[in-house]
């Protein structure tokens, strides 16, 4: 260990050009912090982040994300229990649920005009490219958009996309964790793994492990067979957790906050 004559008579480190990194000293990072983003909701979610939302087959994945969109658009608590502290338009890429019977949920809905002028639906078959993060790009500026869904992700892999190769996996998802710089918060609605023959249990997130390690916030869904609750899980790296919490479908079609 050196001591502190030698450490005094140490030579001042010299900084790093600008050309080669863009770096800030722990002084400049102390004098002149981040803002951490708003939250969108309320001890759940912040602007600007990444959400895999993910659970087995009919556990109501698309009826959660759809309740998210909702409250993104109106400012109605999530669930009807969790505030909303940021809202503004919103944009789905549906391509799983048969485009009528979507249409029909909307719908049902019920949602007064200024508000479904500020939410939009998308059926076409859009793979994830350059083009397209371009074009996304434009429409969250000149709309600004507050909320994007991908429903189901699998459904936007460029063709012959492997999906547990966690290099392409990557490479595909960075243009969309980049837009996040823009305040646009993003769900991806996945599937989770079948359920092992020997032991009935299922992993999380089917496919590559970076899909939920890129994700600021994970949302696990739990559902009994033809039972009206679920379990809803949030995992986030910037809030502090919430405990898991139940959620109920009423008979409108609401999934409602449950305990």
């Keep these: 260990m050196r001591s502190l004559r030698e450490i005094e008579a140490a030579p001042s480190p010299k900084p790093i050009p ?3 990194f863009e770096v800030q000293s722990i002084r400049e990072v102390a004098e002149h912090p981040r803002k951490k983003p708003i939250p969108l909701i309320n001890t759940l979610v912040n602007q600007g982040e ?12 698309s009826t959660v994300a759809l309740e998210l969109t909702r409250s993104v658009v109106t400012g109605e608590p999530f669930l009807g229990y969790f505030p909303m502290r940021s809202i503004g338009p919103a944009l789905v890429f549906q391509k799983e649920i048969h485009p009528a019977f979507f249409d029909e949920r909307l719908a049902n809905m019920h949602l007064s005009p200024e508000y479904g002028q500020c939410m939009w639906v998308c059926y076409q ?9 371009d074009q996304l790009e434009q429409a969250i500026h000149m709309s600004g958009l507050k909320l994007v869904v991908f429903d189901p992700l699998t459904n936007f892999w460029p063709v012959g996309m492997e999906e547990n ?10 243009p969309i964790a980049r837009l996040r710089s823009t305040g646009c918060t993003f769900v991806l609605v996945h599937h989770d793994t ?14 590559a492990s970076v899909i939920l ?12 067979p ?18 898991a919490f139940n959620a109920r479908m009423d008979e409108t079609g609401r999934m409602r906050y449950d305990s």
């Design 50 to 61: 990444l959400i895999t939302l993910t659970g087995q087959f009919d556990t109501f994945k």
């Design 165 to 174: 190769n966690n290099v392409a996996v990557s490479q595909v998802l960075t």
């Design 226 to 243: 033809d039972s009206d609750t679920i379990k809803v899980s949030f995992k986030t790296r910037n809030i502090k957790r919430v405990p």
């Design 194 to 207: 079948k359920p092992d023959t020997s032991t009935g249990i299922a992993g999380r997130a089917r496919g």
């Design 18 to 20: 600008p050309s080669v």
């Design 125 to 133: 078959d859009i793979r994830f490219s350059k083009l397209f993060m």
């Design 213 to 224: 390690n890129m994700s600021d916030v994970r949302v696990f869904i739990d559902r009994e």
